[in-house]
């Protein structure tokens, strides 16, 4: 009771003050539509990532083998459209006799849900530690920072790479080491929006009443930052994406028998000479999911913020 | 300009002892025992030999005082002996890095000399068919991994045409500049050379992509300056306008990005390494990594920081010389 | 009688834009002898640097010069090729920009930037030579130490100096026709009084003639023979800058003159002039000054009205059936 007077109070100060949040939910999404449909890039984008994210949904279904299933009849099978290949093996098998074209289907998710996980935990420990580092201000801002600064110093794959060193190869720490080194762009993001409520005046108003920072943070700073952390997180899921199949490449992320596009391209690279569609396969995936993402994620940029001339 | 050298020194120096403290108390992060983990991965270690490592680890000993021990040795240019192969750490890097010096080197100045001109042209042909082949070949290289880039160039080159090795690494281009110039034989430059193709051109496809883009924009922001138009209204000849007096600016954020790029070259080859079986650090890492040869992954992963932070510092004085406004402060 | 140095003849230069072809000069013809100032006078928008810029060759798309002809020195600007009107670039003709700090490139020394002016024009004078001639330029201008500043980069220099060497390089080659595209605009109002000086003393001495575009009419007053006022692309009043400015007879004349405040008269009543300028790419029917215009009757918005000179004073031309 006395939180929603208090809400109505901050809420009715932040309109006085003539600021925005954001508009208005059905408009913001009506502009967004219509920008979608007139942008080729975006609609590209969204085709190519709608497309492996439905084969990756799919997946069970689609896959008409077992990934793991390996049979002697089935090494090196050709691709269907390649002399002793069959339409049952649309894109061949394996050394080990493993089909293919379901190994990829389940890889999409392998992909998808590492890039997820990671984006998901990177985007909130980053939030939350920017939010305070922004609100708080003083030491605690100063010691979030300067670690901040310390881990962008690195490109993101050598880092991931050094954390992985340390903590051994394996799913879970790819997944670790992969949030560790991404969570610095979303602090960043957040704590420079919080700088800038702070200094709002229903801010002051709201902490005269007595209102505790976290709810001002939760309240106000959150809403306002969620469309750029999303376009952040939209980017960086195609970075993690090729993190993940660049360090399953390295032997390091997933392991055996999870089916990895970085693996499979791995495996594939010692059989060239006798089975080049093993590397083709995955290989076009990763590139189509990879261009997909990058348009899309072109197209949000240009959409929110159309100034930067291209 | 000499207290901001020393400034930037000294906080590159602050970098990597920081990331020293860390690489020390490695062992210590690990999950688990270490020890156990290591034995593991190398069959025939005996109780003694698991006793021995736990004290040359330091496992019973406080984090700072490791960090100091570690620090002290690696100093006197002690990092540690691999387990596997049972010879200094600091030996084995030293062997392999001039072979990802190298890579490195010619990765960025081919990336360069293709990004360059397709930087211009797209740039003074904006919205042209070439502008728009231009932005595709951008998205491609943006979008493509280097290590499947190489595969596929791999398959290309090596597998269907046989016109270049798929791996090895026959030794330093550069040392072997001098007597070929003397003995006037440039093929032998190209046995040594063709090694570097393919790795080098999967490696600066990405690199080039993205300082095109860059060189792109600097040149469209730059050719709407005044004094291109300025230096129009002088007479000056378009070709020279271009070169002289917008390139001229426009290339300077491209160098300020060098920097950071050249990091991401390095990220770059420990894969790159892994495909084409190049024997640098890179591969020397990975292999650390996956056989828990936790001595040789400190002195790898410091060095490593170590050279990236030592280019960064490097790059940014440098490019306090080429801007002339920033040689006053 | 000679053939005047400069004639420009219903010049016409439009820009492609998304809402259709705009209009920037539509049809201004303009008379210019040698060693003479002639003023191009209107507020932003209208025409004057564009009438400038097409003079020197340097319309670029998405403009184009739509049609009119440019005779200097007569021959012909219009469709000479290119490589010919590099060679009168900077040789013949030459430029002031408005703003020296985004004029002058400020990677190159300011020695080089003058320096350049030789290499190209004068190729076959020696580096001494040149050099010997870059330091007697800066000396011209004003700038103390030449030798040594010759070195400096454009940063190291103030506003005032960075425009000094400007019009060095306007200068350098002797040329017979300046355009000075509001030379003093991007400076302090002291410093604006030393380079108008120096503007008109170099000219003087060598004979040159300056078109000198500017919003400013205290400027104008002060430094031109002749003054051509700019309304929406047109020229809607020309002649002596003394007759023009004390007795104009165009009613947007009268108003920029009387919207301007005075110190010398400080209880004079200032008017600002109503409206804005028009929307170049859906200018209004007939008189483009119709809309604002005190005067205005029904017959305005039927023709565009054209130049004719006024009986009393033949050298004066003003644009209003009204007035005329």
């Known amino acids: ?310 | 300009m000499l207290p901001l050298i020393i400034k930037r020194i000294g906080y590159a120096l602050i970098i990597i002892a920081g990331i020293a403290f860390v690489v020390s108390a490695m062992t210590k992060l690990v999950p688990g025992d270490p020890v156990d983990v290591m034995a593991a991965g190398n069959p025939g270690m005996t109780e003694a030999d698991k006793a021995r490592l736990r004290s040359q680890l330091g496992l019973d000993r406080s984090m700072m005082d490791q960090y100091v021990s570690y620090l002290g040795n690696a100093l006197q240019g002690d990092l540690g002996t691999s387990l596997r192969q049972r010879v200094p750490t600091a030996q084995l890097i030293l062997e392999r890095l001039p072979a990802t010096a190298e890579l490195t080197l010619w990765s960025m100045v081919l990336a360069l000399l293709v990004a360059v001109p397709i930087g211009v042209v797209t740039a003074l042909r904006r919205d042209s068919p070439v502008d728009t082949a231009g932005t595709v070949v951008a998205v491609l290289g943006v979008s493509t991994p280097s290590f499947l880039l190489g595969v596929l160039l791999i398959l290309l080159f090596s597998v269907q045409l046989g016109w270049l090795p798929a791996s090895g690494y026959k030794g330093s281009v550069i040392a072997a500049i001098p007597r070929a110039i003397v003995e006037g034989r440039f093929d032998l430059l190209w046995q040594k050379a063709r090694y570097f193709l393919l790795p080098s051109v999967s490696l600066a496809f990405g690199l080039m992509a993205v300082n095109a883009r860059l060189i792109r924009s600097a040149m469209i922001e730059t050719i709407r300056q005044d004094y291109v138009q300025f230096a129009r209204a002088k007479g000056v000849p378009p070709r020279t306008v271009v070169l002289r007096h917008a390139l001229r600016n426009a290339i300077i954020p491209v160098i300020t990005m060098i920097g950071l790029q050249l990091g991401n070259l390095l990220s770059g080859a420990i894969v790159a390494e892994t495909v084409f079986a190049w024997p640098g650090i890179g591969r020397l890492s990975v292999q650390a990594i996956t056989t828990r040869d936790y001595p040789l992954v400190q002195a790898t992963v410091l060095i490593t920081a170590v050279l990236f932070v030592a280019m960064n510092l490097i790059v940014d004085l440098l490019y306090h010389v080429i801007d002339p406004r920033m040689r006053h402060g | 009688m000679s053939a005047p140095l400069l004639q420009i003849q219903d010049l016409r230069v439009e820009y492609a834009s998304p809402r259709g072809p705009v209009q920037a000069v539509a049809g201004v013809s303009l008379t210019l002898e040698r060693n003479r100032i002639l003023g191009l006078v209107g507020e932003s928008g209208c025409g004057k640097s564009t009438v400038g810029q097409a003079l020197m060759g340097l319309i670029q798309s998405p403009g184009r010069i739509a049609g009119g002809d440019i005779r200097f020195e007569d021959k012909s600007l219009i469709g000479l090729p290119e490589r010919e009107m590099r060679k009168l670039r900077g040789d013949r003709l030459s430029m002031i920009f408005q703003d020296p700090t985004a004029t002058l490139n400020p990677v190159l020394t300011i020695g080089d930037q003058i320096a350049e002016l030789f290499r190209w024009h004068r190729p076959q004078m020696r580096r001494r030579e040149v050099q010997a001639r870059v330091t007697a330029l800066l000396e011209r201008v004003g700038i103390v130490d030449a030798d040594r500043r010759c070195r400096a980069y454009p940063h190291e220099l103030s506003g005032g100096m960075r425009q000094r060497v400007v019009i060095a390089c306007a200068l350098a080659l002797e040329p017979a026709l300046i355009v000075a595209d509001e030379p003093t605009t991007a400076l302090d109002v002291t410093v604006q009084a030393q380079i108008l000086d120096l503007l008109r003393g170099l000219q003087s001495e060598h004979g040159t003639a300056v078109i000198l575009v500017s919003h400013d009419l205290g400027v104008i007053a002060e430094t031109c023979d002749d003054v051509a006022v700019m309304y929406a692309g047109r020229v809607v009043e020309s002649g002596p800058a003394d007759e023009v400015l004390a007795r104009p007879r165009h009613p947007y004349t009268a108003g920029l003159i009387a919207s301007r405040p005075s110190i010398m008269a400080p209880d004079q009543v200032v008017r600002p002039i109503p409206g804005t300028v028009p929307d170049l790419a859906r200018p209004p029917a007939g008189c483009a000054f119709h809309p604002r215009c005190r005067h205005a009757v029904a017959t305005c918005r039927d023709a565009i009205p054209t130049l004719s000179a006024i009986r009393e004073e033949p050298r004066h031309a003003v644009a209003c059936p009204l007035a005329a």
């Open chain 1, 1 to 310: 009771m006395a939180d929603s007077t208090l809400s109505q109070v901050v809420g009715s100060q932040a309109m006085g003050t003539g600021l925005s949040a954001e508009p208005a939910p059905d408009v913001a999404r009506g502009r967004f539509v219509k920008a979608l449909r007139r942008s080729p890039k975006g609609l590209a984008g969204l085709l190519l990532v709608g497309l492996v994210l439905a084969c990756a949904a799919a997946a069970p279904i689609l896959a008409p083998h077992d990934p793991a299933q390996q049979v002697l009849g089935w090494r090196f099978l050709p691709p269907a459209w390649a002399t002793g290949g069959s339409w049952e093996h649309i894109l061949g098998g394996d050394n080990l006799g493993r089909d293919i074209f379901s190994r990829i289907l389940v890889g999409a998710r392998t992909s998808i849900a590492v890039a997820v996980v990671v984006v998901t935990l990177a985007a909130t420990i980053g939030s939350l530690l920017g939010a305070v580092a922004g609100y708080a201000g003083g030491i605690v801002d100063n010691i979030i920072m300067r670690l901040a600064d310390f881990l962008l110093a690195f490109p993101f794959l050598l880092l991931a790479l050094m954390i992985m060193a340390i903590l051994g190869p394996g799913f879970w720490t790819m997944v670790l080491a992969l949030s560790i080194a991404l969570w610095v762009n979303y602090a960043r993001v957040v704590r420079g929006e919080a700088l800038r409520i702070e200094q709002m005046e229903f801010v002051e108003a709201a902490r005269s009443i007595g209102v505790p920072g976290w709810r001002i943070v939760l309240g106000h700073v959150v809403p306002n930052v969620i469309p750029s952390v999303l376009v952040l997180a939209t980017l960086e899921v195609a970075l993690v994406i090729i993190a993940e199949a660049a360090l399953s490449f390295l032997g390091l992320g997933v392991q055996p028998p999870t089916p990895s596009w970085g693996k499979m391209i791995s495996e594939g690279r010692d059989f060239l000479y006798d089975a080049p569609w093993m590397v083709l396969g995955p290989g076009l995936v990763i590139l189509m999911t990879s261009v997909g993402i990058n348009l899309f994620g072109d197209f949000l940029r240009d959409f929110i913020d159309p100034r930067t001339e291209r």
